[in-house]
């Protein structure tokens, strides 16, 4: 699986970004069977969950971005959307998805639980 991540970019404090997140699967899998997560990471910070959507479509969130952010996914693009609003400083971090087929929703929050990551997209809030 390959995963590109898109849409990050520098925005002032109470703005909107959305980020996308496309997936290439091989022939034998289908995108709907991953669970797509989003993280984020900031300077010298670990990186954090930010998000998840199950295979069934279900949202998860961390409390952080609960009622500001949502995800959404179409499995006919093998696109993942994280829609962002409100946006604050503290929000600035390089934005990361991830994927997974075996990953079980108690383990959802935790980086070691995916195996496919994308490169990354720069999301940077100014106040």
């Known amino acids: 699986v390959q995963l590109v991540e898109s849409g990050g970019g520098l925005v002032q404090a109470g703005g909107s970004l959305r980020l996308s997140c496309a997936a290439s699967?091989?022939?034998?899998?289908?995108?709907?069977?991953?669970?797509i997560a989003w993280f984020r990471q900031a300077p010298g910070k670990e990186r954090e969950f930010v998000s998840a959507?199950?295979?069934?479509?279900?949202?998860y969130y961390a409390d952080s971005v609960k009622g500001r952010f949502t995800i959404s996914r179409n499995n006919a693009k093998n696109t993942v959307y994280l829609q962002m609003n409100g946006l604050k400083s503290d929000d600035t971090a390089v934005y990361y998805c991830?994927?997974?087929?075996?990953?079980?929703?108690?383990?959802?929050?935790?980086?070691?639980?995916?195996?496919?990551w994308g490169q990354g997209t720069q999301v940077t809030v100014s106040s």
């Open positions: 699967v091989d022939r034998y899998s289908s995108f709907s069977r991953y669970v």
């Open positions: 991830a994927a997974d087929r075996q990953v079980i929703v108690s383990s959802y929050f935790s980086p070691a639980s995916y195996a496919y």
């Open positions: 959507i199950s295979r069934s479509n279900s949202p």
